[in-house]
């Protein structure tokens, strides 16, 4: 059990010390409150919050139901690491490697996972609500029913990832490169896709109404069934593989011969 914070003085008060301050450069153990942090460690429900683990190495590590609120983990090594209902409200991620890392029901509201790896990784049912996901690679990542409510996943990978029921109200998937991406069912309305490379993108039932598809790839692209009110389609390209809903009429594609 981790030891109890000390009491806070008037000096703390005035000029306060980071709680956790300790730099790394991918150091292959530490300690942060009574928690040793290496490889394959123990942190299951441990308190990490605020805590300054930049570099650290917590490959294979155990921290489901841990608590990482405010802590900065840039850089990490946190590949294959098991974060099942860990709480991670305004964690710091950025060009950390997560792929293969299990985030089943994590709480990521508003972390910052900018660069971050997460190739193959598990986020099924996890909050990501204003998560910076910008130049993440979540290609081939399982997202089933994640909630990705005004995102930034702007110039993401999520080619090859299963996003089925995903909710994705207001986010911004401008230039995302989504070749294949499955969106079956999902609600994307007011998304703004502007650009995106959705070729091969499974939306069929996915309701995209005032979603913004302007300049997207939806060559080979499934939308039967999508619902599209009001959604924007200026200088997509699309062709005789592009899947409609009965009785949509797109409009005429544009820049098909530039398609590679």
């Known amino acids: 059990m981790a030891d109890r914070p000390a009491r806070r003085t008037g000096t703390d008060t ?10 790394m450069a991918m150091q292959e153990s530490m300690e942060v ?9 123990d942190l299951a429900g441990a308190d990490l919050t605020d805590a300054d683990l930049r570099a650290a190495d917590l490959t294979g590590a155990w921290l489901g139901g841990a608590v ?20 991670c409200r305004g964690t710091v991620f ?5 792929h293969h890392a299990n985030l089943w029901s994590a709480d990521l509201t508003d972390a910052r996972l900018g660069g971050a790896v997460l190739s193959r990784s598990w986020l099924g049912s996890a909050r990501l609500t204003g998560t910076d996901l910008r130049s993440a690679d979540l290609g081939g990542a399982w997202m089933t029913a994640t909630d990705l409510t005004g995102a930034a996943l702007g110039a993401a990978t999520l080619a090859g990832t299963s ?10 998937l401008t230039g995302v490169f989504a070749g294949g991406v499955d969106l079956r069912s999902a609600m994307l309305n007011g998304a703004t896709m502007r650009a995106a490379n959705l070729s ?5 039932d996915a309701s995209l109404i005032g979603a913004d598809l302007s300049l997207s790839d939806l060559v080979g692209a499934d939308l039967s069934g999508a619902q599209l009110d009001q959604v924007v389609l200026d200088g997509i390209r699309h062709d005789d593989t592009t899947r409609w809903p009965d009785g949509f009429s797109p409009p005429s594609s544009g820049g098909l011969d530039d398609h590679d």
């Open 14 to 23: 005035c000029c306060p010390s980071p709680p956790a301050l300790v730099s």
């Open 33 to 41: 409150r009574g928690h040793q942090i290496a490889a394959d460690a």
């Open 68 to 87: 990482l609120s405010g802590s900065d983990l840039s850089d990490a090594r946190l590949v294959g690491a098991d974060l099942r209902h860990a709480i």
């Open 94 to 98: 950025a060009d950390a490697d997560m």
């Open 163 to 172: 996003m089925t029921r995903t909710c994705m109200r207001e986010a911004d």
């Open 200 to 204: 091969g993108a499974i939306l069929r």
